[in-house]
Nanobody, 125 residues
Framework: QLELVESGGGSVQSGRSLRLSCLVS????????IAWFRQVPGKQREGVAA???????TYADSVKGRFTVSQDNADGTLNLQMNSLKPEDTAMYYC???????????????????WGQGTQVTVSS
């Protein structure tokens, strides 16, 4: 069983930064990927960034150059540094874990089995 707990959300103005953290605990197989997703009410959940089992990082085109994922293996945390935030980044952000064998689907929420409760990010213009 994998447990994920997000923290770090909040409300900021456009252009500012936020750092989200995902504390991962429990049994983590070697094949696991951990990823960040976001969802706006009425829209599908979309992948933001992922760290695969080999440490490779993948980003959605919409956040490339602005968001950075980092792993702290010492405390089992996956961080998401979000810079140059835009109003369209406003969403509930979720951390998820899953077994991913094909990196082409590493940002597909359907392949993730374990989810955190989410943390809200609101960016005002």
């Amino acid at each position: 069983q994998l447990e994920l707990v997000e923290s770090g959300g909040g409300s900021v103005q456009s252009g500012r930064s936020l750092r989200l953290s995902c504390l991962v605990s429990g049994y983590i197989p070697d094949t696991y990927s951990i990823a960040w997703f976001r969802q706006v009410p009425g829209k599908q959940r979309e992948g933001v960034a992922a760290a695969d089992a080999d440490g490779g990082l993948t980003y959605a085109d919409s956040v490339k150059g602005r968001f950075t994922v980092s792993q702290d293996n010492a405390d089992g945390t996956l961080n998401l540094q979000m810079n140059s935030l835009k109003p369209e980044d406003t969403a509930m952000y979720y951390c998820a874990g899953g077994v991913i064998f094909d990196n082409d689907v590493v940002l597909d929420p359907a392949h993730y089995s374990f989810w955190g409760q989410g943390t809200q990010v609101t960016v005002s213009s």
